[in-house]
Nanobody, 121 residues
Framework: QVQLVESGGGLVQPGGSLRLSCAAS????????AGWYRQAPGKQREVVAGIRSGDSTNYADSVKGRFTISRDNAKNTVYLQMNSLKPEDTAVYYC???????????????WGQGTQVTVSS
């Protein structure tokens, strides 16, 4: 079994920072690609940032220059450093990972349960 567990969400004032973590546990051989998504009330889930093998990254235009995605392969953990937060960044943030598992062929996709980020004064 594989689990993705997000942490690090919370309430922060505009201009503040938060660091989200997504820890993958279970039968994991490697994380090929991972990403952070968010969903605000009444809106569709949208991609925020992604990271692939070789550590190439991509970002939504709305967060470029403010958010940074990174990974620690030894810990099977993906991070999202969020700086200069704005009220419009308020949403539930979800971690997504495509990974391989020991003893199994192919790539498998998993989602975390989400963590709330609220940016408000």
């Amino acid at each position: 079994q594989v689990q993705l567990v997000e942490s690090g969400g919370g309430l922060v004032q505009p201009g503040g920072s938060l660091r989200l973590s997504c820890a993958a546990s279970g039968n994991i051989r490697s994380i090929n690609a991972a990403g952070w998504y968010r969903q605000a009330p009444g809106k569709q889930r949208e991609v925020v940032a992604g990271i692939r093998s070789g550590d190439s990254t991509n970002y939504a235009d709305s967060v470029k220059g403010r958010f940074t995605i990174s990974r620690d392969n030894a810990k099977n953990t993906v991070y999202l450093q969020m700086n200069s937060l704005k009220p419009e960044d308020t949403a539930v943030y979800y971690c997504n990972a495509h990974l391989t598992r020991w003893g199994m062929v192919g790539s498998f996709e998993y989602w975390g349960q989400g963590t709330q980020v609220t940016v408000s004064s």
